[in-house]
């Protein structure tokens, strides 16, 4: 990979953060290709996402509700954390190497609108990494 394609997930993970209004918008990847893209993965907010207990192979979101009273699932820094949203990101073999996620301070609904913008963000990553 190159410096260029490391930019352009760079450059996709702060249109996903202003795109979907949330605090955080982070690519997480395997160590192979973190390492290939000299991907640093150490941030407070990608900590937190290594410890979700979600399945690699689908969009998980948490809370599954959304609701005003909804206890924070962890923190992030100062900031407590009450939406998580992780969806795959896979390579040209259609093996996942990675992950998008989304963190946010408050809880939100995660609409079909959003689904949609979702999946043509997923397009522009996976084809910086073909």
Same mark, same amino acid.
């Given at each position: ?8 997930? #760079?450059?996709? +993970? ?5 795109? &979907?209004?949330v605090a955080v918008?982070?690519?997480? &990847?395997? +160590? ?8 640093? #993965? ?5 900590? &937190? ?5 979600? +399945? ?11 609701s005003p009273f ?12 009450? &939406? ?34 979702? +999946? ?11």
């Amino acid at each position: 990979m190159t410096a260029l394609a490391t930019d352009s997930l #760079q450059r996709i +993970e702060r249109l996903g953060k202003h795109l &979907f209004g949330v605090a955080v918008c982070l690519l997480r &990847f395997d +160590e192979a290709l973190a390492s290939e893209l000299n991907w640093a #993965q150490h941030s407070a907010a990608h900590v &937190f996402s290594t410890t979700q207990a979600v +399945e690699r192979d689908s969009l998980q979101i948490l809370p599954t509700q959304s609701s005003p009273f909804q206890p924070a699932l962890g923190k992030v820094d100062q900031m407590d954390v009450r &939406f998580y949203l992780s969806h795959p990101v896979r390579n040209a073999t259609g093996r996942v190497v990675g992950a998008l996620a989304l963190i946010h301070d408050r809880p939100r609904a995660f609409t079909a609108g959003d689904r949609l913008l979702l +999946e043509d963000l997923l397009a522009l990553i996976e084809r910086q990494l073909h």
